[in-house]
């Protein structure tokens, strides 16, 4: 009887082995590994059945259903290891690196021009100690015209060409903002007059007005500036705007003239001309010729504005400025129209835009800028 059973196991054990030769892959290898050597598996019950034998047989059959099981163990590493090889070459054939390919072009992005100089203005103006400031794009009248001493029937309401939004509930028309300098009467609102000596803002974002030509884009963005404190006078807007200037167009000596002129909001008021040459050809050389080019509005904050916001004009003075960054960007840059600022066209935006220099400092202007 022992030797019958003995003889079952044998051949059992040699149909588990040619199981093991004739499979295909790791998942049907493990269920005959499970169905022979499992809790339940055909070797491993006639372990079970062992109280029926006396000693001798018991510890025979027992060695010889380990011996079959270190077998059939043994079996099955060797085709595991088979078939990891021939999965590892597999993945190997497929992801062959030819390393004599000619490597593929990285198309990285660029920064838009407007963007570089926005990083600029910000970069420069903090290291005269101005920190950048952001205000809302919609705005009330009264912020964008009236606490700026453009009054309703003043003519510069006109000149600004500004859109309006629907009247809301209380019968109000918010405007989107026609230029930065509301935000110069929001930052001089948060003042705390009692804990205060000096403020210094730029005030980069974006402006909106009904105009659309080679020159103008309904959506367009300024750098308002902003300056206030105790004996601040027209010489400091000078040496402000002078360093500002020549930093920006990176000329040492760049001629810069202040012309006077008339804004609501600053009393005097001066426009920043640019020494250049303007060839007839349509090119232009800055800090060469005779020529001048206007590229920002300035002057002493008017007092009107001052008292508005409750600073007595008799006690602080300050200065301010606003520019259009297209502009600056398009003079700088030499880019001839303005259009295609936002276009998205992509072999404009190669052509003009900039890699990104991985340095956080000048990034800081973007922040609520270009969210
Ligand atoms: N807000 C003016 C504009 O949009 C620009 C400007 C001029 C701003 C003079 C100022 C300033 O702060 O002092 O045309």
Request: proline letters at 5%; hydrophobic letters at 35%; aromatic letters at 8%.
């Amino acid at each position: 009887m022992i030797a019958e059973l003995k003889d079952k196991l044998l051949n059992l054990s040699d149909d588990i082995s040619l199981l093991i030769l004739g499979c295909s892959n790791l998942n049907s290898l493990d269920d005959i590994r499970i169905n022979a050597l499992g809790k339940k598996g055909s070797i491993t019950s006639h372990l079970k059945n062992l109280r029926e034998y006396d000693d001798v047989s018991k510890r025979e059959i027992g060695s010889l259903v380990n011996e079959i099981k270190d077998k059939i163990n043994q079996e099955i590493v060797v085709k595991t290891q088979f078939f990891k090889k021939e999965i590892l070459q597999e993945k190997l054939n497929i992801e062959k690196i030819d390393v004599t390919l000619t490597p593929q072009d990285n198309d990285t992005g660029t920064l838009h021009p407007l963007s570089r100089t926005i990083d600029e203005l910000c970069a420069i103006f903090a290291d005269m100690g101005f920190s950048i400031v952001d205000g809302p794009d919609i705005e009330s009248d009264y912020y964008n015209f009236t606490a700026l001493n453009i009054p309703t029937e003043h003519p510069a309401r006109q000149e600004h060409d500004t859109f309006y939004l629907q009247p809301n509930n209380d019968g109000e028309r918010k405007v989107l903002r026609t230029h930065t300098s509301p935000v110069q009467i929001r930052t001089m609102e948060k003042i705390d007059l009692e804990n205060f000596d000096e403020i210094r803002y730029i005030i980069p974002g974006r402006t909106y007005r009904s105009d659309h030509d080679a020159t103008h884009s309904p959506m367009f963005h300024q750098c308002e500036g902003l300056v206030l404190g105790k004996n601040i006078n027209m010489g400091h807007l000078k040496g402000c705007l002078i360093e500002f200037c020549r930093n920006y167009f990176n000329a040492e000596n760049l001629p810069v003239r202040f012309r006077p002129s008339y804004f609501p909001f600053t009393e005097p008021s001066a426009e920043v001309d640019i020494g250049c040459r303007k060839d007839k050809d349509g090119s232009l050389s800055i800090g060469e010729g005779e020529d001048w080019l206007e590229i920002l509005g300035s002057g002493m904050v008017h007092p009107r504005v001052l008292e508005g916001v409750g600073i007595d004009p008799t006690v602080y003075q300050g200065f301010a400025f606003g520019m259009g960054l297209e502009r600056l960007t398009m003079l700088k840059y030499g880019i001839p129209d303005l259009r295609p600022f936002y276009d998205s066209d992509l072999r404009w935006l190669k052509h003009y835009g900039f890699i990104p220099v991985d340095n956080p400092s000048l990034h800081s202007g973007l922040n609520g800028v270009f969210s």
